[in-house]
């Protein structure tokens, strides 16, 4: 497929393993650095509320986002999944766009035992709600 | 492996459109050259040889527009008449030729022409110091994509090729990997759907209609109902103002031996600005009797006959969404069977329905709308409406490009941003691959 070529950092990975593995995480942002060379951690939080983890987002530019996702299934019973995001606003500029949807199955491939994918151009299409009715429909 | 070391120099982008064909430099914001994807030619009666006898008067069309160089081709002795000033100026016995028929590559003397004047009249390199990427369509055969490959390294001998699917980088300039991408051009109206960056092909729905049939019908429409007759500029000498309603007063040129091609791409130059200038589609399900009730816009054709128009704004781009009903057959010419012709919003519809139940949702709310025929105001609005009513219970959500350049050149910018990153040389199919493999690699590499 039409790729970017984009490499993706060893701390991609080991940050996945620290949330999906030790638990030690509940959200990592991913950037692809401005060079546009490799995807390399921006942030991660140990803890934190779903809208900290949204308001992390910038407004104006791209970014990947891995979250572990708390919620109840429709039986009542407690669930944890991780669930990996694409943040592409419209407003970020078309470069930065391009980009990271060019790159995105490069760093998906990398993180092993996604249960769910949001492709996101705004907040609604990132909200709790509109998640948690793709994690259940899954 | 030896791959092409991309960042040194500039690659070329070219996106080769039904109605124009856009070129110009990797990692630019827009193209440099956009020419219409049209090769003008002479056709020669024996011992006519050189009957470009240009008289005065369309040296004076010419000057209007500064893009009139000639290209000259090799290997045929016959002259070529390429970009808008060209091929827009009256000679007698020019035939107009595209590359494309519905959406592949059939005509592959006129597809080297327009390649031929790309780099030596628009761009002015070699292309044998450079990269070059090309667009191709979702539907494009294995055996066309070799063929290109090797016209790419054997005749023009470039450093490295790549070609991508126009869907695909439609979708990536939207910020997207998986949406639905519905392409309304000159010649063909396509729905793809990519998933993660690759096309779903069992799922490609397209009609060959586009932007050009629309501007045909724009014309049979005015015509028959105002009784007049469109005189495309090429003909007309001298008018006078008129008011509007009242037959035009203008002196025609003779201009005999005018070609069918010709006169049609006249006509559609003309037509084109009328829709550009006063057509709208109906946001909302088509009511005549509503619709009438909206304003008036006036417009003036070239030989000077002007009226205000109302309902045809609508009807004309109309076609798009109910092509079974708003389709006129034309007297005097063959019928248009319209059985099996669908709305665009169809055609997303039908396109969806052909992939996988999982990713359905995704699909429908992320339909990105590209191509020149999709402008129209009020379309989004409508394909929401009717989206909805077709398939109810979805989220449906329709990005289209509030900036036209976007959306016209969308194609064309993708390839720019992708082909320009220092990490997209390893995709490349470098010179060396090339020969050591052959044009096979294009199907594995670019797939």
């Known amino acids: 497929m039409a790729a970017s070529g984009v490499g993706v950092k060893d701390e991609c990975i080991n940050a996945f393993q620290d949330l999906k593995l030790g638990r030690k995480l509940k959200y990592i942002i991913y950037k692809i650095s401005d060079n546009f060379k490799e995807v390399v951690v921006e942030k991660t939080g140990e803890e934190g509320e779903y809208d900290d983890f949204i308001a ?7 970014r990947y986002a891995v979250y572990d996702f708390n919620y109840t299934n429709e039986e009542g019973g407690k669930r944890t999944k991780i669930v990996f995001y694409t943040w592409s606003p419209d407003t970020a500029r078309i470069k930065m766009k391009m980009v990271y949807a060019a790159t995105k199955e490069a760093i998906k491939k990398k993180l092993d035992g996604i249960y769910v994918e949001v492709q996101c151009t705004d907040l609604a299409e990132a909200s709790y709600e509109t998640v948690l009715e793709k994690v259940n429909r899954k | 492996m ?7 120099i500039s690659a070329i982008v070219i996106d080769i459109g039904s109605s124009l064909s856009k070129a110009g430099w ?22 006519n040889k050189n009957s470009t006898t240009i008289n005065a008067d369309t040296t004076l069309i010419n000057d209007v527009n500064n893009n009139n160089s000639i290209n000259t081709s090799s290997k045929k002795n016959n002259k070529k008449y390429i970009g808008d000033g060209q091929i827009s100026c009256w000679r007698e016995n020019m035939e107009l030729k595209n590359p ?14 327009l390649w031929d004047y790309i780099f030596n009249e628009g761009l002015m390199i070699d292309p044998s110091e450079h990269p070059l990427f090309v667009s191709e369509c979702s539907w494009n055969t294995r055996n066309i994509r070799e063929k290109l490959t090797e016209l790419a390294f054997e005749k023009y001998q470039v450093q490295a090729f790549y070609v991508a699917k126009d869907a695909v980088l439609s979708a990536f300039s939207s910020g997207r990997s998986t949406g639905l991408i519905l392409d309304s051009g000159g010649g063909t109206t396509s729905a793809v759907p990519v998933s993660d960056g690759y096309v779903l092909k069992k ?28 005189i495309p500029r090429y003909k007309i000498k001298s008018k006078e103002a008129v008011d509007a309603g ?18 049609q791409y006249a006509m559609n130059q003309v037509m084109h600005e009328f829709k550009e200038t006063i057509c709208q589609v109906s946001e909302n399900p088509y009511r005549e009797s509503i619709l009438k009730g909206r304003p008036l816009k006036c417009y003036e054709f ?5 009226n205000s128009f109302g309902i045809e704004r609508f009807k004309i781009p109309e076609i798009m969404i109910q092509p079974r009903e708003f389709i006129i057959q034309k007297p005097n010419t063959e019928p248009i069977d319209t059985t099996n012709l669908l709305g665009i919003h169809e055609l997303i519809y039908r396109s969806i329905n052909l992939c996988d139940v999982d990713i359905r949702p995704n699909l429908y709310s992320n339909i990105v709308l590209t191509g020149g025929n999709t402008l129209f105001n009020g379309l989004m609005d409508r394909l929401n409406n009717e989206l909805s009513m077709l398939a109810p219970g979805t989220k449906v959500r329709i990005h289209a490009s509030g900036n036209s350049a976007e959306r016209k050149f969308g194609v064309w910018n993708g390839g720019s941003i992708l082909s320009s990153l220092g990490t997209f040389h390893q995709l490349w199919i470098s010179k060396k691959e090339y020969e050591e493999i052959g044009k096979s690699i294009v199907e594995k590499r670019c797939n």
């Open chain 2, 246 to 263: 009242i037959p035009a007063k203008f002196v025609e040129y003779p201009r005999p031996n005018t070609t069918p091609s010709f006169h």
């Open chain 2, 100 to 113: 494309l028929k519905n959406g592949l590559i059939e005509d592959w003397d006129t597809l080297e022409d």
């Open chain 2, 26 to 47: 990797s990692g630019e914001d827009s193209p440099k050259v956009i020419v219409p994807s049209y090769v003008g030619s002479i056709i020669e009666d024996e011992g």
């Open chain 2, 203 to 230: 799922g490609i729905i397209k009609q060959n209609f586009g932007g050009d049939f629309l501007s045909e019908q724009a014309a049979a429409l005015i015509e028959s109902l105002y009784n007049i007759t469109i």
């Open chain 2, 302 to 306: 070239p030989n000077g006959y002007n």
């Open chain 2, 2 to 8: 030896t791959t092409y070391g991309g960042d040194e």
């Open chain 1, 56 to 62: 992390s987002l910038p407004e104006n530019e791209c």
